[in-house]
């Protein structure tokens, strides 16, 4: 495989590098990456994939910038909000280096597209921020026989492993589902948006999974197989943990159940059958709007969320739900909201169950929906 003038300067540093020669930088071009989502994770870890020369990457992400992005998203700037990540993130990295291949999907990894989108790379990099996708990702790679390169971070925290990697002794290792068998509840889930992240995390752990991808393309050095790195930025602490293959592993164990894709939805515990009366952020808007309406609205996020923005609600934060009962009106409509609609369903399942409460409905979406409605 031969290299342009151009791009023996351009790689000039990786080939200066004791045991990298043009056979490793062939490598890297050979290579084809698919990477699930262009957000904190996916900015910085397509830059160094892309300044590198891995030779194919795939971006797949159905969402547009946002401004609230640009605090990590370091791929996009503030002429590219309302634009499609994908479409953006391509058009950045080929300016970045003409002499490989960017492929963009601006849509979502499901289990309908999965099998055909993955099947055409040789590594996963799974920067995502949802449990569905990330046991979708598990899965498809594990069927199609590739290696899943996968981090996530959360606050002042975060993750890096290699799952399903294929040893010198051509064993595969572990994969997502040993380390986490079953899904945390649904309605325990904070999303990021609603618990908050350090910006720079984001460019340490993606810099970090970009590293393990070039390790898994070059077989260079030991990579993450079997093994949970993690950091934490406000402690400097990092450990790395073993993880050991599970004989009960759906997908991988002994005894297989899951042998195409489900639906990771359902089995995360999401989109379930309707079990709380809810309304839409419209409707809730024309009752803010309507004097003769009589509702109390209560927001059940915590006091320092409740202080960056709200919409006027009683603050009765769900870890204290207990203690403020007094305050809730039983005699009229009681509203109850959280940031994405998930926390407020189990304050609803609470104050139903424990408390007796039959006049509360779900705003659907949360604060979110009802910023976009405005």
């Known amino acids: 495989m031969e290299f342009s003038p151009e791009e023996l300067s351009r790689y000039s540093r990786h080939l200066n590098l004791p045991n990298f020669s043009l056979a490793e930088q062939s490598a890297l071009r050979a290579a084809k990456v698919l990477v699930v989502g262009a957000g904190g994770l996916g900015s910085p870890m397509l830059q160094y994939l892309v300044a590198a020369g891995v030779g194919t990457i795939g971006i797949i992400d159905p969402d547009t910038i946002e401004v609230s992005n640009l605090q990590r998203q370091i791929l996009f700037r503030t002429e590219d909000i309302g634009q499609p990540k994908a479409v953006t993130a391509a058009r950045v990295l080929s300016q970045l280096n003409p002499h490989i291949t960017v492929r963009q999907y601006s849509e979502a990894l499901t289990a309908s597209n999965a099998m055909e989108i993955v099947q055409s790379y040789d590594i996963v990099a799974d920067g995502t921020d949802n449990f569905p996708t990330r046991y979708l990702v598990n899965d498809a790679c594990v069927l199609l026989d590739k290696v899943n390169v996968h981090a996530s971070i959360f606050r002042f925290e975060g993750q890096v492993s290699v799952f399903n990697y294929l040893d010198e002794k051509g064993a595969r290792g572990p994969n997502y589902r040993d380390l986490f068998p079953t899904p945390p509840p649904a309605d325990q889930v904070m999303s990021c948006e609603e618990g908050g992240i350090l910006g720079v995390l984001a460019g340490i752990v993606g810099s970090m999974q970009a590293l393990e991808v070039i390790k898994v393309i070059l077989r260079m050095g030991e990579v993450l197989s079997g093994k949970l790195w993690t950091t934490n930025t406000l402690t400097h602490a990092t450990q790395v943990l073993n993880i050991q293959k599970n004989p ?24 379930l059958p309707q079990q709380v009366t809810s309304i839409s952020a419209d409707t809730l808007k024309q009752w803010l709007e309507d004097p003769e309406k009589d509702f109390q609205l209560v927001d059940v996020r915590e006091a320092e969320e409740y202080e960056r923005h709200n919409i006027g609600g009683l603050l009765l934060p769900l870890s204290e739900l207990g203690t403020h009962i007094d305050q809730l009106n039983r005699e009229s409509t009681i509203v109850v909201h959280c940031q994405s609609g998930i926390r407020s369903r189990k304050a609803i399942k609470i104050l139903s169950e424990q408390f007796g409460f039959t006049n509360l409905i779900n705003l659907e979406g949360g604060l979110r929906s009802f910023v976009s409605h405005k």
């Open 248 to 271: 009960q592993n759906p997908i991988s164990g002994d005894h297989p159940t899951i042998r195409e894709l489900i639906d990771y939805d359902a089995f995360c515990g999401i989109n």
